[in-house]
């Protein structure tokens, strides 16, 4: 009689046991991040539909030149108009190194993941965090998996995600000292009503201007001349805070942030 009470136990509970675990683990895969997507992205086994270039991964730094041992404050964006929120993998190469910059992510093993799905303000959802520059100058990367939710609890093809490879060149010091006498690059007026002026000195030749929004965006591309003053006309846009990325032909990127009124 025990031994019949036993194994009607054991047909009923233990399913609904394992039942519960998978159920356990699959609420965290739709809430939490997992390591090790950063490179392959958020498709297979499950997770988040396919691969889309509806979404836009984007990341963006203040900083003018990432120098070897320093750490800096990256803007990581995910975009996508149809999905209501997103989340994201993070990790490094060249023995960078990574940590949190404010909420929404976790460290483990020197990469970086959600801890919850961050709901889109407007199309994106944005996450800052901070990276520390290889102690060797050459060049580093930084690989990151997006994915974009529709929010209804379940893994479905109705998520979708994208992966970015982000090249970052690493000088030396000596390297910065250098040319930071001689080479300026000033936006004004700043703040400016619409339409503000490029001005370099120390530099010449063409270089692409690319207006970005708080997002990581590209509002506008123009080519401009380095060795005279380029007027950025912006009176379309919305009043708030944008970035001025410069690309010369030979040399590195310059980003300078402008409001707008």
Known sequence: ??????????????????????????????SAGIIGQSKVGCGGGGCHGSKSSATVIS???????????????????????????????????????LGTSGTGLFAFNNELTHN?????????????????????AGTAHIYVAGNA?????TNDLGD?????VYTVNVVSPAAVDQPANTVSVVVSPNPARGVFQISA??????ATAQLMDAA??????????????SSIDASTLTRG???VMIQPEQGERIVRKVVLQ
């Open 1 to 30: 009689m025990r031994v019949r009470r036993f194994l009607k136990f054991s047909f009923v509970v233990l399913p609904l046991l394992l039942l519960g675990t998978y159920s356990v683990h699959e609420v965290a895969a739709n």
């Open 59 to 97: 990341l963006t730094t203040t900083a003018t030149q990432i120098v070897t041992g320093q750490s800096y404050i990256f803007r990581l964006s995910v975009a996508n108009p149809s999905e209501a929120g997103a989340g994201c993998d993070i990790s490094v190469d060249n023995g960078a190194k």
């Open 116 to 136: 919850g799905p961050r709901t889109f303000t407007g199309d994106s959802a944005v996450w800052n965090f901070k990276y520390t520059a290889p102690t060797k």
């Open 149 to 153: 939710v529709n929010l209804n609890g």
């Open 160 to 164: 979708h995600w994208n992966t970015l």
């Open 201 to 206: 000195t120390g530099m010449s030749g063409s």
């Open 216 to 229: 990581g965006r590209v509002i506008l591309t123009k080519q401009i001349d380095l060795s005279q003053s």
């Open 241 to 243: 805070s944008y970035f």
